[in-house]
């Protein structure tokens, strides 16, 4: 009943984009804002069309794609290890709480003059800044999960007298997994931000710089398509965390509820 009531979610979404593609073909065309400033959506479209059938287009994909990914995996191997390790023994993570504290808000644009310094405009700049921003997604999510180990579950483990990797493997582990995937789905939207940013700033090779080559030349159409495909790109990385995330971790607690709500 609750479901009927609501209506299909997938549905309910498609309703929404053509409704807003409907508004951005309209406001240009009943001139209440200048197509100079936003061209109609057909045109965007026809825009994006015409970029799909490039071969540099492509090559700017799989260049933000790779920074993206290579980022995000050195991101959260990095992030996982030390958050087991500082997470696991209590005088370190005393010893690196005010460090963690201190360096997780600097934004990651603001090393972007010390990317460019060490790396210029190649994929060393990009991976700078996606692997700062994310690692801190991932390592603070894994101290969470290291921290909310059940006392009992590890002193029943340590009575059995469970080796270092035992405990780790069935204790520590099963409880900070949920943890980990959380912090890997902030990361993985936050390396692609940050690879686009990277791009568009820098100059680095991937769609943000094509971005910037588009609103250079005035090529207003072209820019938007682009900027819509980096969208595309955003919600597609997250269903695929999402989706992964609760297959994955079907056994937990937390993905039953969630599948039951």
Known sequence: MTSARRGNPVLLGFAGLA????????????????????????????????????AAFWRALGDTL????????????????????????????????STVEFL???????????AVLLYGTRLGSTLLLVCYAAFWQVLVQVLYGV???????????????????????????????????????????VALVLAITAELVIGAPGLGKEIATAQNSDAVPTMYALIVVTGALGVLINLLTRTGERRLLAWHQSVRGEVAI
Do not use: C, H, M, N
């Open 19 to 54: 409704g807003l593609l409907v508004i951005l073909e309209l406001l240009p065309r009943l001139g209440l804002v200048k197509d100079r400033y936003l061209p109609p959506a057909s045109r965007i479209v026809a825009a994006l069309a015409d970029e799909a059938g490039t």
């Open 147 to 189: 921290a909310d180990v059940d006392p009992v579950a590890e002193e029943t483990a340590r009575s059995y007298r469970f080796s270092t990797w035992g405990r780790v493997r069935y204790v520590l582990w099963p409880t900070a997994l949920p943890y980990v995937f959380t912090g890997v789905r902030l990361a993985a939207s």
């Open 104 to 114: 997780r808000p600097i934004p990651s644009v603001a090393l972007i003059p010390l």
């Open 66 to 97: 790779y920074a993206w990914a290579i980022g995000l995996l050195i991101a959260v191997a990095a992030g996982v290890l030390a958050g087991l390790v500082i997470g696991s023994v209590p005088v370190l993570r005393a010893l690196t709480a």
